[in-house]
Nanobody, 120 residues
Framework: QVQLVESGGGGVQAGGSLRLSCAAS????????MDWYRQAPGKQRELVAT????????NYADSVKGRFTISRDNAKNTVYLQMNSLKPDDSAVYYC?????????????WGQGTQVTVSS
C-alpha cells in the first residue's frame, strides 16, 4: 500500500516555470519507479516522465523533453517535476503514479492530482 500526495501546481504565464512535488508514504520500500502523468480536458492521460529510483535513470515524453526534468530526493521519499518553458498545451491535471506487484497482479497507485494552468 502506497500513498502519493502531489503539490506545487498553479497558474503561470507561458514561458514560466513550476516545480511539482510528489511525496510517497506507506510501503515505499518496494517502489522501483515513479511516474508523472497528465490529463487535459478532452484528451487521454499522457505519460510525461519516469524515474527509476535505484539508478536515477529517467525517461521523458517527446512533448516535454528538454523542458521538463524529473528528479528525486530519496531521503524525503519525494520526486519532483521541474517544468520550464511552459506552454499553454502543458495545461493539465498532473498525477504522480507508481505500482506494486504481489507476484501475480499489479496494483497502481495515484496521487490526487494537481492542476497546472499555463496562460498565453
Amino acid at each position: 500500500q502506497v500513498q502519493l500526495v502531489e503539490s506545487g501546481g498553479g497558474g503561470v504565464q507561458a514561458g514560466g516555470s513550476l516545480r511539482l512535488s510528489c511525496a510517497a508514504s506507506g510501503s515505499i520500500f518496494s517502489i522501483n519507479a515513479m511516474d508523472w502523468y497528465r490529463q487535459a480536458p478532452g484528451k487521454q492521460r499522457e505519460l510525461v516522465a519516469t524515474i527509476f529510483l535505484s539508478s536515477n535513470s529517467r525517461n521523458y515524453a517527446d512533448s516535454v523533453k528538454g523542458r521538463f526534468t524529473i528528479s528525486r530526493d530519496n531521503a524525503k521519499n519525494t520526486v519532483y517535476l521541474q517544468m520550464n518553458s511552459l506552454k499553454p498545451d502543458d495545461s493539465a491535471v498532473y498525477y504522480c503514479h507508481t505500482r506494486q506487484t504481489n507476484g501475480i497482479r499489479w496494483s497502481d497507485y495515484w496521487g490526487q492530482g494537481t492542476q497546472v494552468t499555463v496562460s498565453s
